[in-house]
């Protein structure tokens, strides 16, 4: 019996080398290519699938449309790449620019790339937004969630199980700390707390002494105590205490106290202590103070209640039942909003703001476009660096495998 052993053929790489006239056809094949995709959108004939569902593509779309750009040969391939990347580029640094760009590469125009600020109405804003988003589920929620507050606070994007989408409005003051790390190591970090107290001190805590009245009233409703910074041996004591069901005394280290003047925080139900006013721990009564909700995560503790109620956050809820869609709502409310924050920051250019637009332009978008101005601005910028860049190549090395034809 005999054995023999076979050895693989190595694989064949060699390198080719395109000169300008052949990336010069790439550049004007990806220019079509790319002009018809923006002429989809305009027509609203482009489609997307997301989930093994089809959807009428938007102009939020658009980079998914581009990441399914398909390519012929290497060298098309190279310069795709390079377009894509600029755009992809762009998008990532403002919401909205990649179609500018490539709108203003496809048809050579240039426009100004600095946007002046200006004010932007409630019209102008859900002009923009329509034109981006269409007129179904997104846009309506993307303005649902401007009218509550959204472009101010944090917002959390979910989804839910239910038959409808919703948005759950989190009012609440936040305050930027932790859970003291000698009393979270001891007890935890995450706390839902209903029916509290909280002091907030202007300064250090030095002293257990100096807390004696919050761990008194703490043995009957949990105490939130926020100060700039714990001691040792108070925040050892503190978790001790509330390990033997002695009191319920939570030490909070705050960052950053978000208000302008301390004592606002009296408006939300807070007991302030501040030095400075000439307050003293001695004194001081829990009993008349309001009863709040406190929760704390990482990074924050939002405490509600009181006279003050402010959005703190938004939960964007939505519904599966809308199947292999839901991702895509999701995704394009996401951008949407990014939008709406872009346009009350710079404004909003509207198609007949630019004056000096020519035919080939047109051609590419319709004349609902309006855009946020730092959209139109970032866009431009990328469209001219993505002709320097083309321009600037005088060949393509590309690294080939299996046999040369």
């Known amino acids: 019996m005999t054995s023999a052993t076979f050895h693989k053929s190595p694989i064949t790489q060699f390198t080719d080398i395109c000169f300008e006239d052949q990336i010069s056809a ?55 790449n390079i377009v894509t990347s600029a755009l992809f580029s762009a998008e990532e640094k403002c919401s909205g620019s990649a179609i500018v760009a490539a709108g203003l ?35 309506a929620t993307a303005l649902a969630v401007i009218d509550l507050g959204g472009l101010g606070c944090k917002i959390d994007y979910e989804e839910n199980q239910q038959p409808e989408s919703k948005i759950i409005a989190h009012s609440g003051r936040v305050i930027f700390g932790e859970v003291d790390h000698l009393f979270g190591d001891k007890v935890g970090r995450q706390f839902d707390l209903r029916g509290c107290a909280a002091v907030a001190v202007l300064g250090t805590v030095e002293s257990v002494s100096s807390l004696h009245f919050a761990l008194e009233s703490s043995a009957e409703r949990p105490v939130v105590v926020l100060a700039e910074k714990f001691l040792p041996d108070v925040s050892n004591t503190l978790a001790e ?18 208000v302008e003047n301390f004592l606002d925080l009296e408006k939300q ?28 995560s990482v990074g924050t503790c939002t405490v509600s209640g009181g006279q003050e109620q402010v959005t703190s956050k938004l939960t964007v809820e939505i519904s599966q039942s809308l199947g292999g869609m839901t991702g895509l709502v999701k995704d394009r409310v996401k951008m949407l909003v990014g939008l709406a924050r872009q346009c009350a920051r710079g404004g909003v250019v509207r198609w007949e703001n630019l004056s000096e637009a020519s ?34 190549l005088g060949c393509v090395i590309l690294t080939l495998q299996g046999a040369k034809e």
């Open 105 to 139: 590469w496809v048809s050579g125009e240039t426009l100004p790339t600095r946007s002046g600020k200006k004010r932007c109405t409630h019209r102008e804003m859900k002009d923009c937004l329509a034109y981006f988003g269409g007129s179904g589920l997104s846009l």
């Open 241 to 258: 205490n509330w390990k033997q069901g002695k009191g319920k005394c939570l030490p909070f280290a705050v960052r950053n106290w978000s």
């Open 269 to 296: 139900g807070i007991l302030c202590v501040s030095r400075e006013r000439g307050d003293t721990f001695s004194g001081l009564k829990l009993e008349s103070n309001s009863e709040l909700c406190v929760s704390t």
């Open 26 to 80: 790439s550049v004007k094949s990806a220019k079509s290519e790319l002009r018809d995709i923006l002429f989809s959108l305009k027509d609203k004939t482009a489609t997307v699938s997301y989930g093994g569902q089809i959807v009428t593509a938007a102009p939020t779309d658009f980079p998914r449309l581009l990441a399914e750009w398909g390519t012929k040969t290497k060298v098309q391939l190279a310069v795709r």
């Open 359 to 392: 035919y080939a332009l047109s051609e590419c978008y319709s004349r609902e476009l309006a855009i946020s101005a730092q959209s139109l601005a970032a866009g431009a910028k990328a469209s001219e660096s993505l002709k320097k860049v083309l321009q600037g």
